[in-house]
T-cell receptor
Framework: AQSVTQLGSHVSVSEGALVLLRCNYS??????LFWYVQYPNQGLQLLLK??????LVKGINGFEAEFKKSETSFHLTKPSAHMSDAAEYFC????????????FGTGTKLQVIP | NAGVTQTPKFRILKIGQSMTLQCTQD?????MYWYRQDPGMGLKLIYY???????DKGEVPNGYNVSRSTTEDFPLRLELAAPSQTSVYFC??????????????FGPGTRLTVL
């Protein structure tokens, strides 16, 4: 069965430091992968997506992610954290069984320390 | 272009009551979804629809029902509310490419408490 695993339910970084949020996937078919961000009391919004084109994907707000098939990973990075990056981040992938469903990871809450 | 709208934003129900959570999208997306979000548990898919008149169960469908009579609307019905249904509910929609769901667009959520 396919799955998405996010390592670390809480991550703290200092303002200006590198942000690294980890996501590993398991899928029997080439995946489509997504990162979403959720600010408090809001719905999720798309940060970036991988759909089998370039393996390094750039998204909004300076975030990027690299698809590594050999490591089954799709980690999210940002060179320099801002206070406004504090939010919860979800990694997701499309379902291999019918492509209509999306499987979400359990989320990582990012805290940015001034 | 409002995107995905949900009503109500908040609701408190008594055990055994019923209610309908409304969801409407104006992007002409064929796929629509209902999720519930509980702290530390991520999003769990309740039901989804790939087009008007077609719905299917997700991961946690018990206690819920849906219908999809139009492309725009995808209401979620709670029958006989239970405390275990206390959660935040999100509706989402997406377009498809070659039958595969692309990025999802989420509504702002409905916070439901069952007492």
């Amino acid at each position: 069965a396919q799955s998405v695993t996010q390592l670390g339910s809480h991550v703290s970084v200092s303002e200006g430091a590198l942000v690294l949020l980890r996501c590993n996937y398991s899928s029997s078919v080439p995946p489509y992968l997504f990162w979403y961000v959720q600010y408090p009391n809001q719905g999720l919004q798309l940060l970036l997506k991988y759909t089998s084109a370039a393996t390094l994907v750039k998204g909004i707000n300076g975030f990027e992610a690299e698809f590594k098939k050999s490591e089954t990973s799709f980690h999210l990075t940002k060179p320099s954290a801002h206070m406004s990056d504090a939010a919860e981040y979800f990694c997701a992938m499309t379902d291999s069984g019918g492509y209509q469903k999306v499987t979400f990871g359990t989320g990582t809450k990012l805290q940015v320390i001034p | 272009n409002a995107g995905v709208t949900q009503t109500p934003k908040f609701r408190i129900l008594k055990i055994g009551q019923s209610m309908t959570l409304q969801c409407t999208q104006d992007m002409n997306h064929n796929y629509m979804y209902w999720y519930r979000q509980d702290p530390g548990m991520g999003l769990k898919l309740i039901y989804y629809s790939v087009g008007a008149g077609i719905t299917d169960k997700g991961e946690v469908p018990n206690g819920y029902n849906v219908s999809r009579s139009t492309t725009e609307d995808f209401p979620l019905r709670l029958e006989l509310a239970a405390p275990s249904q206390t959660s935040v509910y999100f509706c989402a929609s997406s377009y498809s490419v070659s039958g595969r769901s692309w990025e999802q667009f989420f509504g702002p959520g409905t916070r439901l408490t069952v007492l």
